[in-house]
């Protein structure tokens, strides 16, 4: 349940970041923000999940503004 949820709420976040991009801003900083708020509103142990993930990913890949 987990993975639909977090794929739905991916999405959502997506959507939500291409509608509202800062210049000049690493476009996954509002994208992570945004799925980790949506996640909280249905469970937070998904959402400590999710940060986890997207804390692995920023390990490897940090952010990068003004790309």
Do not use: C, H
Not at 33 to 45: D, R
């Amino acid at each position: 349940m987990y993975w639909l949820v977090s794929s739905f709420v991916t999405a959502l976040a997506g959507r939500f970041e291409f509608q509202n991009r800062i210049a000049d801003q690493d476009i996954r900083r509002l994208l992570f923000a945004k799925q980790i708020e949506y996640l909280k509103m249905v469970n937070l142990k998904w959402a400590n999940r999710k940060q986890k993930e997207l804390d692995e990913i920023l390990t490897r890949y940090p952010f990068n503004d003004n790309l």
